[in-house]
């Protein structure tokens, strides 16, 4: 998906939310655990009560990897159910992989020819050979991490060096060498606030990836009015607010009533620049 294809996709929906796909077997309703796929049931549930509502999906690798064969298999069939149903969302593979070139190549040929995502996070630490075998693919995205939402981000994220530049501003500057707006988005934690004035100056353009509203507690109209651009420039991220809003027979309208709430608020803000 392009970059203007993803703002026109905001635009219609008038939504810039992307429900986070992280499905814990012992969260989910248990009448769902006498289906052959649990996970799958509770996604492709989750996946028609929100699709009207946002914009993408971010399945988290590790909720499917920790259950092994089935759950890697759950992965597949749950992004190929969204590619199928609902070809204008935008996929997001929150895997954070990263390592030196060739192995790089191999996520990449994992993430983008056999899953078929729209993108991959990618942890920048390791360099410019270890991101570029993701940005080969056209039309599939980088999401570097740039400033996390977790307390931990301040170990290394926040450090600064002798001149007073943040490693975390470090990243959004040099990876702009390594591939352009159209390829390249970064992950800024909602919990962050007023930070996203400041790195907006470095990235006035990218879109960026926001995970931290609901559950972590980041006010969606702080990143709206630090980090919304004229194409809007901001995918949010909720999982379990929404996915999990209720655990009976009930979660899937429980799941369309949370996510139509955040619809309702970015609508309001989008009026803005749409
Ligand atoms: O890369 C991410 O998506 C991510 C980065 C970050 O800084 N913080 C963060 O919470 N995430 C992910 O975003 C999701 C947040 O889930 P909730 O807190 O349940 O909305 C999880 O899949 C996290 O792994």
């Given at each position: ?16 939310l992307c429900v986070g796909l992280d499905t814990d077997i012992k969260k989910i309703p ?12 509770f996604n492709?549930?989750i996946?028609?009560?929100t ?6 999906y971010k399945p988290n690798?590790a909720f ?30 929150d ?54 939402s977790n ?39 909602a919990t ?19 995970p931290g509203v609901g559950a972590q507690g980041g ?17 949010v991220n909720s999982s379990r607010a929404i996915i999990y809003a209720d655990n009976?027979?009930?979660f899937?309208?429980a799941a369309?009533?949370e996510a139509?709430k955040v ?12």
């Open positions: 998906m392009t970059k203007q294809e993803l703002f026109e996709n905001i635009k219609k929906k008038k939504s810039f248990t009448h769902l655990l006498e289906e052959e796929d649990p996970t799958y049931a492709k549930a996946i028609d009560a699709a009207k509502y946002c914009v993408a690798t499917y990897e920790s259950q092994g064969v089935k759950g890697i298999i759950a992965l597949e069939k749950t992004i190929e159910y969204i590619r199928i149903k609902y070809p204008d969302q935008f996929i997001i593979l895997a954070k992989r990263g390592d030196i070139g060739n192995t790089s190549e191999m996520y990449a040929v994992s993430a983008f020819e056999h899953l078929k995502a729209s993108a991959v996070t990618v942890a920048p630490y390791m360099g410019e050979d270890s991101v570029k075998p993701f940005v080969k693919y056209p039309k599939k995205w980088v999401i570097l991490l740039a400033l996390t307390k931990g981000s301040a170990d290394f994220q926040l450090t600064e060096d002798k001149a007073g530049e943040r490693l975390f501003e470090k990243v959004l500057k040099k990876s702009q060498e390594w591939a352009t707006d159209e390829q390249l988005m970064y992950v800024v934690g962050q606030g007023e930070m996203f004035a400041g790195i907006r100056k470095i990235v006035p353009d990218h879109f960026l990836l926001v006010s969606l109209s702080e990143v709206v009015r630090y980090g919304m651009n004229s194409q809007c420039g901001l995918l009976t027979r009930e899937a309208f369309t009533a139509k619809q309702a608020e970015m609508a309001g803000y989008l009026e803005k620049i749409i």
